[in-house]
Antibody, heavy 124, light 113 residues
Framework: QVQLVQSGAEVKKPGASVKISCKAS????????IHWVRQTPGQGLEWMGV????????TYVQKFKGRVTMTRDTSTSTVYMELSSLTSEDMAVYYC?????????????????WGQGALVSVSS | DIVMTQSPDSLVVSLGERATINCKSS????????????LAWYQQKPGHPPKLLIY???TRESGVPDRFSGSGSGTDFTLTISSLQAEDVAVYYCQQYYITPLTFGGGTKVEIK
Protein backbone atom coordinates (compact mmCIF):
# COMPACT_ATOMS: atom_id res chain seq x y z
CA GLN A 1 0.00 0.00 0.00
CA VAL A 2 1.02 3.62 -0.42
CA GLN A 3 3.04 4.72 2.56
CA LEU A 4 5.16 7.68 3.63
CA VAL A 5 7.49 7.02 6.57
CA GLN A 6 9.20 10.00 8.19
CA SER A 7 12.26 10.24 10.37
CA GLY A 8 11.93 10.64 14.11
CA ALA A 9 11.52 13.48 16.56
CA GLU A 10 14.24 16.11 16.78
CA VAL A 11 15.37 18.50 19.50
CA LYS A 12 17.30 21.52 18.26
CA LYS A 13 18.75 24.69 19.72
CA PRO A 14 17.68 28.11 18.46
CA GLY A 15 19.58 29.04 15.31
CA ALA A 16 20.21 25.44 14.33
CA SER A 17 18.88 23.55 11.31
CA VAL A 18 16.76 20.42 11.09
CA LYS A 19 16.51 17.96 8.22
CA ILE A 20 13.55 15.58 8.07
CA SER A 21 13.26 12.64 5.70
CA CYS A 22 10.16 11.13 4.13
CA LYS A 23 10.52 7.71 2.48
CA ALA A 24 7.84 6.76 -0.01
CA SER A 25 6.74 3.26 -0.96
CA UNK A 26 3.92 1.47 -2.74
CA UNK A 27 3.78 3.70 -5.83
CA UNK A 28 5.96 5.22 -8.55
CA UNK A 29 7.89 7.89 -6.65
CA UNK A 30 8.39 10.25 -9.57
CA UNK A 31 4.71 10.35 -10.52
CA UNK A 32 3.42 12.43 -7.59
CA UNK A 33 4.30 15.74 -5.98
CA ILE A 34 5.27 15.63 -2.30
CA HIS A 35 4.16 18.49 -0.06
CA TRP A 36 5.32 19.59 3.39
CA VAL A 37 2.78 20.81 5.95
CA ARG A 38 3.46 21.75 9.54
CA GLN A 39 1.09 21.80 12.47
CA THR A 40 1.44 24.09 15.45
CA PRO A 41 -0.98 24.78 18.31
CA GLY A 42 -1.04 28.44 17.39
CA GLN A 43 -1.06 28.46 13.58
CA GLY A 44 -2.84 25.17 12.91
CA LEU A 45 -2.02 23.49 9.61
CA GLU A 46 0.42 25.47 7.47
CA TRP A 47 1.55 24.51 3.96
CA MET A 48 5.28 25.05 3.48
CA GLY A 49 5.80 24.06 -0.11
CA VAL A 50 6.07 21.23 -2.60
CA UNK A 51 8.67 19.27 -4.55
CA UNK A 52 8.37 17.49 -7.87
CA UNK A 53 10.33 14.25 -7.33
CA UNK A 54 10.70 13.79 -11.07
CA UNK A 55 12.90 16.82 -11.69
CA UNK A 56 13.52 18.19 -8.20
CA UNK A 57 11.77 21.49 -8.88
CA UNK A 58 10.30 23.20 -5.85
CA THR A 59 7.79 25.83 -4.82
CA TYR A 60 8.14 27.39 -1.38
CA VAL A 61 5.77 29.57 0.58
CA GLN A 62 7.13 33.12 0.70
CA LYS A 63 7.23 33.00 4.52
CA PHE A 64 9.83 30.19 4.43
CA LYS A 65 11.89 31.26 1.41
CA GLY A 66 15.55 31.48 2.28
CA ARG A 67 15.13 29.09 5.23
CA VAL A 68 13.62 25.96 3.68
CA THR A 69 15.15 23.52 1.22
CA MET A 70 13.33 20.51 -0.20
CA THR A 71 15.31 17.84 -2.01
CA ARG A 72 14.82 14.31 -3.20
CA ASP A 73 16.81 11.13 -3.76
CA THR A 74 15.19 9.05 -6.49
CA SER A 75 17.44 6.07 -5.75
CA THR A 76 15.82 5.63 -2.34
CA SER A 77 12.40 7.25 -3.05
CA THR A 78 13.05 9.73 -0.27
CA VAL A 79 12.25 13.41 0.04
CA TYR A 80 13.99 15.72 2.52
CA MET A 81 12.97 19.01 4.07
CA GLU A 82 15.60 21.16 5.76
CA LEU A 83 14.64 24.22 7.78
CA SER A 84 17.35 26.55 9.04
CA SER A 85 17.66 29.36 11.60
CA LEU A 86 15.17 27.69 13.90
CA THR A 87 13.29 29.67 16.53
CA SER A 88 10.71 28.68 19.11
CA GLU A 89 8.03 29.53 16.55
CA ASP A 90 9.23 26.58 14.45
CA MET A 91 8.25 24.08 17.13
CA ALA A 92 5.73 21.92 15.34
CA VAL A 93 4.87 18.55 13.91
CA TYR A 94 6.14 18.43 10.34
CA TYR A 95 4.28 16.25 7.85
CA CYS A 96 5.09 15.16 4.35
CA UNK A 97 2.05 14.37 2.22
CA UNK A 98 1.72 12.96 -1.26
CA UNK A 99 -0.45 14.75 -3.75
CA UNK A 100 -3.77 13.09 -4.43
CA UNK A 101 -3.38 13.20 -8.21
CA UNK A 102 -0.49 12.26 -10.45
CA UNK A 103 1.70 15.03 -11.85
CA UNK A 104 0.46 14.11 -15.32
CA UNK A 105 -3.16 14.73 -14.30
CA UNK A 106 -2.30 18.42 -13.79
CA UNK A 107 -4.84 18.55 -10.99
CA UNK A 108 -2.71 19.01 -7.87
CA UNK A 109 -2.73 20.28 -4.33
CA UNK A 110 -4.80 17.93 -2.24
CA UNK A 111 -2.98 15.73 0.25
CA UNK A 112 -3.38 11.98 0.49
CA UNK A 113 -1.78 10.08 2.15
CA TRP A 114 0.28 11.79 4.85
CA GLY A 115 3.37 10.66 6.69
CA GLN A 116 3.12 9.99 10.40
CA GLY A 117 4.68 13.35 11.30
CA ALA A 118 7.94 14.40 12.93
CA LEU A 119 7.94 16.53 16.07
CA VAL A 120 10.56 19.26 16.08
CA SER A 121 11.27 20.90 19.43
CA VAL A 122 13.40 24.03 19.69
CA SER A 123 14.89 24.78 23.07
CA SER A 124 18.06 26.27 24.46
CA ASP B 1 -3.58 34.66 0.58
CA ILE B 2 -7.04 33.08 0.84
CA VAL B 3 -8.15 32.97 4.46
CA MET B 4 -10.30 29.99 5.46
CA THR B 5 -12.58 30.51 8.46
CA GLN B 6 -14.33 27.58 10.10
CA SER B 7 -17.22 27.60 12.53
CA PRO B 8 -17.86 26.55 15.16
CA ASP B 9 -14.51 25.92 16.83
CA SER B 10 -16.02 22.91 18.60
CA LEU B 11 -19.20 20.89 18.45
CA VAL B 12 -20.77 18.45 20.91
CA VAL B 13 -23.30 16.10 19.33
CA SER B 14 -25.18 13.03 20.54
CA LEU B 15 -24.53 9.68 18.90
CA GLY B 16 -26.74 9.29 15.84
CA GLU B 17 -27.39 13.00 15.53
CA ARG B 18 -26.30 15.35 12.76
CA ALA B 19 -23.11 17.39 12.93
CA THR B 20 -22.66 20.42 10.68
CA ILE B 21 -19.39 22.26 10.15
CA ASN B 22 -19.04 25.47 8.18
CA CYS B 23 -16.12 26.83 6.19
CA LYS B 24 -15.92 30.24 4.58
CA SER B 25 -13.19 31.42 2.19
CA SER B 26 -12.10 35.06 1.89
CA UNK B 27 -12.49 34.82 -1.88
CA UNK B 28 -14.27 32.44 -4.22
CA UNK B 29 -12.62 29.06 -4.85
CA UNK B 30 -14.95 28.28 -7.75
CA UNK B 31 -13.09 28.00 -11.05
CA UNK B 32 -15.58 29.05 -13.69
CA UNK B 33 -13.92 27.29 -16.62
CA UNK B 34 -14.66 23.85 -15.14
CA UNK B 35 -17.35 24.79 -12.59
CA UNK B 36 -15.40 23.11 -9.80
CA UNK B 37 -14.90 24.31 -6.26
CA UNK B 38 -11.29 23.81 -5.15
CA LEU B 39 -12.19 22.87 -1.58
CA ALA B 40 -11.25 19.77 0.41
CA TRP B 41 -12.13 18.45 3.86
CA TYR B 42 -9.85 16.45 6.15
CA GLN B 43 -10.40 14.47 9.35
CA GLN B 44 -7.70 14.30 12.00
CA LYS B 45 -8.03 11.86 14.89
CA PRO B 46 -5.88 12.30 18.01
CA GLY B 47 -2.29 11.25 17.45
CA HIS B 48 -2.76 10.75 13.71
CA PRO B 49 -2.14 12.81 10.59
CA PRO B 50 -5.06 14.31 8.70
CA LYS B 51 -6.97 12.12 6.28
CA LEU B 52 -8.62 13.34 3.09
CA LEU B 53 -12.40 12.95 3.27
CA ILE B 54 -13.86 15.09 0.51
CA TYR B 55 -12.56 17.06 -2.48
CA UNK B 56 -14.17 19.25 -5.13
CA UNK B 57 -16.32 20.35 -2.18
CA UNK B 58 -18.62 17.33 -2.43
CA THR B 59 -16.77 14.27 -3.81
CA ARG B 60 -16.11 11.63 -1.17
CA GLU B 61 -12.70 9.98 -1.21
CA SER B 62 -12.81 6.22 -1.76
CA GLY B 63 -13.73 4.35 1.41
CA VAL B 64 -15.25 7.34 3.21
CA PRO B 65 -18.65 6.43 4.71
CA ASP B 66 -21.64 8.03 3.03
CA ARG B 67 -22.72 9.66 6.28
CA PHE B 68 -20.09 12.28 5.40
CA SER B 69 -21.20 14.81 2.80
CA GLY B 70 -19.92 18.13 1.54
CA SER B 71 -21.85 20.98 0.00
CA GLY B 72 -21.56 24.62 -0.95
CA SER B 73 -20.05 26.76 -3.66
CA GLY B 74 -18.05 29.92 -4.15
CA THR B 75 -17.11 31.05 -0.65
CA ASP B 76 -19.42 29.08 1.67
CA PHE B 77 -19.11 25.37 2.34
CA THR B 78 -20.48 22.79 4.76
CA LEU B 79 -19.37 19.36 5.94
CA THR B 80 -22.22 17.29 7.33
CA ILE B 81 -22.03 14.07 9.30
CA SER B 82 -25.57 12.77 9.02
CA SER B 83 -25.49 10.34 11.96
CA LEU B 84 -22.53 10.80 14.27
CA GLN B 85 -20.66 7.65 15.25
CA ALA B 86 -18.14 7.24 18.06
CA GLU B 87 -15.30 6.84 15.55
CA ASP B 88 -16.07 10.28 14.08
CA VAL B 89 -14.61 12.08 17.11
CA ALA B 90 -11.88 14.17 15.49
CA VAL B 91 -10.88 17.62 14.33
CA TYR B 92 -12.09 18.53 10.85
CA TYR B 93 -10.30 20.96 8.55
CA CYS B 94 -11.21 22.59 5.27
CA GLN B 95 -8.51 23.45 2.73
CA GLN B 96 -8.57 25.51 -0.44
CA TYR B 97 -6.47 24.40 -3.40
CA TYR B 98 -7.64 27.14 -5.78
CA ILE B 99 -4.41 29.07 -5.51
CA THR B 100 -1.09 28.89 -3.73
CA PRO B 101 -0.28 29.30 -0.96
CA LEU B 102 -2.60 26.44 -0.09
CA THR B 103 -4.43 27.32 3.12
CA PHE B 104 -6.44 25.54 5.79
CA GLY B 105 -9.21 26.50 8.13
CA GLY B 106 -8.51 26.58 11.84
CA GLY B 107 -10.33 23.30 12.50
CA THR B 108 -13.54 22.19 14.21
CA LYS B 109 -13.37 19.70 17.06
CA VAL B 110 -16.26 17.24 17.13
CA GLU B 111 -17.07 15.45 20.38
CA ILE B 112 -19.77 13.13 21.66
CA LYS B 113 -22.39 14.38 24.11
Amino acid sequence: QVQLVQSGAEVKKPGASVKISCKASGYIFTNYFIHWVRQTPGQGLEWMGVINPSDGSTTYVQKFKGRVTMTRDTSTSTVYMELSSLTSEDMAVYYCARDFSTIAADDPNRFDPWGQGALVSVSS
Amino acid sequence: DIVMTQSPDSLVVSLGERATINCKSSQSVLYFSNNKNYLAWYQQKPGHPPKLLIYWASTRESGVPDRFSGSGSGTDFTLTISSLQAEDVAVYYCQQYYITPLTFGGGTKVEIK
